[in-house]
Structures are given as C-alpha cells and as structure tokens.
C-alpha cells in the first residue's frame, strides 16, 4: 500500500507520465519566461545574449523567446521632467545661478537606440550634464543685464542647442524652463542701487515739471490780474456805501476816493 504513489510511474506506462509531467513543466516554465508585459507608456526593448535585436514591445502582452534567451528592457516614453540648479559666469563675468527645467520624452521606434547608445541610466550621463554645459554656454554670450531683460531669448538659446544634442540620443525636447535667477550679493546691491537712483532721477523730474508749471500759471495770472481790472472787479462788487477804511495811496479796495 506504500508503493501505491510509485506504481503509477512505473513500467512503461509509468515512463509516458513522466515524459509527459516533464514536457508540462518545461512548458510552463517556457511560458512563464517567454511572456512580457509592458505598462502603460512604456516600451520594451528586446536584447539577445546582451545584444540589441531590434524588436520593441509596445503596452500589453507579447512573446519572446523563453529561458533568458532574450532580455527585455522597459523604458518610459511619457513626457518626464528633470530639474537641475546650475551655475555660469555672464559675459561680464558676474556669477549667476539659476534652475532649469527640461520637460522631454524618449521618441518612439527610438527607444532601442537610446538603449545602445546610452543605457537605462541616460538621464545621469546625458541629460543633466547637458543641461548644466548647455545653460553655461549660452550665459556667457549675454551681460548680466541681458539676463534680466532678455531671459525670453536665453530660453530660446538653450532650448535650441538641447533639442540638437539630445536628439542625437533618440531624445526629444518639449520645452524648457529658466526660473529663479539669482547674481552676487554685489551685483544685487547694485541693481537696487540702480533702480533707487532711477526712482529719485524719476521723483526729481517731476517736482521740477511741477514747479515749472506752477510758475507759468503764475506768470500768466500776473499779466492777466492787471490794475484796471482789479479796480474793475472791486467797482462790480461795490455797494454804493462810502468805506470806513482809506488806503495810502489815496484808494478805497482800488477804488478811487474823490
């Protein structure tokens, strides 16, 4: 009754089952080795014995060969984001530093280049040394200043020079992002020094505008309020009563007296 279990494989019926349970096994573990799956915007990227096949796995399930016989490695082609503070020195060699942000995407039917070329870790050794190189090159063509005024054409230079050199990778730029400028504490005081100066020029100028206005109104009421016309003015509102009071000079409000 012990061996009961062990007849089953035994004799030549028993050789079949075991033939049998050994194909069923391997299968399964053939299936369990063979199939992929890839999320939602990803791709994969299929290798043979660590070399690159060509076939890329779009979201969902697919087949490769089992057994390790091929690698597959998955790769983000959403939009993704990477920020990094960088430092440069401007034409007029002020220090300046700033945050870039890079808004990119791997290209599609180009993921297994970026895989070839460059690896899983390309945001380490292509994208953030881009971003610095990038920003120090284009902020030693413009003064401090221009920085300031000009940031609008500084994005528009770095975004250029990144969309050409990460390109070459199979990477593409979506935008770029400059924001929190920050110069010496030198160059600060003087821009506020600057801007202080430009109130006070600003303040100046119009109290002088003022006074220049107030005198002209002032000259103009002069030749306007003569001696006949005040004596006029004081005539129209007199009552016709004799006044108390009689000026030096012989007039009563410049009214005459006899």
Do not use: C
């Not at 009552?239 to 007039?251: E, I, L, N, Y």
């Amino acid at each position: 009754m012990q061996n009961k279990p062990w007849n089953f494989f035994a004799g030549s019926q028993g050789k079949k089952r075991i033939i049998f349970v050994v194909v069923v096994i391997v299968a399964l573990i053939g299936l369990l080795t063979g199939v992929r799956q890839v999320g939602t915007g990803q791709i994969g990227v299929v290798t043979q014995y660590g070399k690159v096949s060509g076939r890329e796995l779009t979201e969902g399930l697919s087949l490769v060969a089992p057994y390790g016989l091929n690698d597959v490695s998955v790769y983000d082609i959403k939009v993704q984001k990477e920020v990094a503070d960088t430092q440069a020195a401007t034409k007029d060699l002020q220090d300046v530093t700033a945050e870039v942000v890079l808004n990119y995407r791997l290209n599609r039917g180009e993921v297994s280049k970026v895989h070839q070329t460059v690896g899983e870790f390309y945001k380490d050794k292509v994208i953030t040394p881009a971003l610095s190189e990038t920003f120090k090159g284009a902020s030693a063509k413009y003064n401090a200043s221009e920085l300031i005024t000009e940031r609008a054409i500084l994005k528009k230079d770095v975004y250029d020079q990144l969309r050409e050199r990460l390109g070459k990778y199979g990477i593409v730029v979506d935008d770029v992002s400059i924001t929190n400028f920050k110069f010496s504490d030198s160059f600060a005081s003087a821009i506020e020094d600057k801007q202080v100066a430009q109130q006070n020029a600003e303040r100046a100028k119009f109290n002088l505008e003022a006074a220049q206005t107030d005198a002209q109104a002032q000259a103009a009421q002069a030749q306007t309020l003569s001696d006949n016309y005040l004596r006029k003015l004081a005539i129209d509102k007199w009552d016709g009563k004799m006044p108390s009071t009689v000026a030096g000079d012989g007039t009563v409000f410049s009214i005459p007296t006899r």
